[in-house]
């Protein structure tokens, strides 16, 4: 059973919320990057998003562009990201997925991609910017592997259009919480709970909820209206915002256990 899968069902047994946490490869170099993913994988993430560093990245805010600008600069690579991802698999048994575009991939060679992906350990594929619709490539490339392809529901999303996405996504189901682009703060909670609401009456998969999430507090609040949270930004700036330090990854460590606490509060 694919690993993503396997979670979330052990979770629903245990009553117990994702934290899926979003990292970008190679961040801030790619000889720093690894042990701030090591830590964060041993802290309380259930999925690691790894991001694949990318020069013109349209759904993430300032803080995650910078963050690719790092890592490309330091000369991270889809390849490398891929060997990062291998090295973690040799630590852990935690889904890891490639969050990125579709420029990177389609360059790469999708048939080339799902074989190395495979052998990486990968276990899904969430391309921002390649609808259903566009798909299809991408889908045949992967048949044989056992890596899956989640799909983004956006808020302005039309309830036919949620229900097609909704039936063409596996593992979960990324329900964007705002408008725009990623960054911290600017949630209507009243908003996402009537959303996530509607689109657990559509989907049978679990829901994800990600985009402006900063802390356990935002996490504790949005636990009851989701099987889980999707964190990016937040954990991406422990990174930006200490550059120079060199505990980077017992940062890490600690703000993904404040997450953690406010997902496991009663």
């Known amino acids: ?6 979670t979330f069902q052990k979770n629903a047994a245990a009553n117990r919320k994702a934290l899926v946490g979003y990292l970008t490869a190679g961040d801030p170099n790619p000889e720093t990057s690894f042990p701030i993913l090591r830590a964060a994988v041993a802290s ?6 790894l991001g694949v560093p990318f020069s013109d ?26 060997e990062i991802a291998a090295r973690l698999r040799a630590e852990s048994e935690i889904p890891i997925m490639l969050f990125g575009y579709y420029n990177p991939l389609f360059k790469y060679g999708l048939d080339r991609l799902a074989q ?23 889908k045949a490339a992967l048949q044989g592997t056992d890596i899956q392809i989640v799909f983004l529901v956006a808020p302005t999303t039309r309830p036919d259009r949620l229900q097609k996405i909704a039936a063409e996504t596996d593992g979960f189901l990324y329900l964007v919480t705002k408008a725009g682009t ?13 959303h996530a609401a509607e689109v ?12 402006g999430i900063r802390n356990g507090d935002d996490a504790a ?46």
């Open 1 to 6: 059973m694919n690993r993503i899968t396997a």
């Open 44 to 49: 309380g993430l259930d999925i690691l998003e």
């Open 57 to 82: 990245p349209t759904a993430d805010g300032p803080v995650i562009q910078e963050a690719s600008q790092r890592a490309l600069q330091a000369g991270m690579t889809l390849t490398k990201t891929l």
């Open 116 to 138: 190395a992906a495979a052998k990486a350990g990968i276990d899904g594929l969430l391309v921002v910017d390649l609808p259903p619709e566009e798909a299809g490539p991408l």
């Open 182 to 194: 990623t960054g911290e703060g600017g949630l209507d909670y009243e908003a996402i709970r009537r």
């Open 200 to 211: 657990k009456k559509i989907s049978p998969l679990p829901v994800c909820l990600g985009f």
């Open 221 to 266: 609040r949005l636990a009851p209206m989701a099987d889980g949270v999707i964190v990016g930004s937040t954990l991406v700036n422990v990174i930006g915002s200490n550059l120079s330090a060199p505990d980077l990854p017992e940062r890490m460590a600690e703000k993904i256990r404040d997450l953690r606490a406010g997902l496991d509060r009663d």
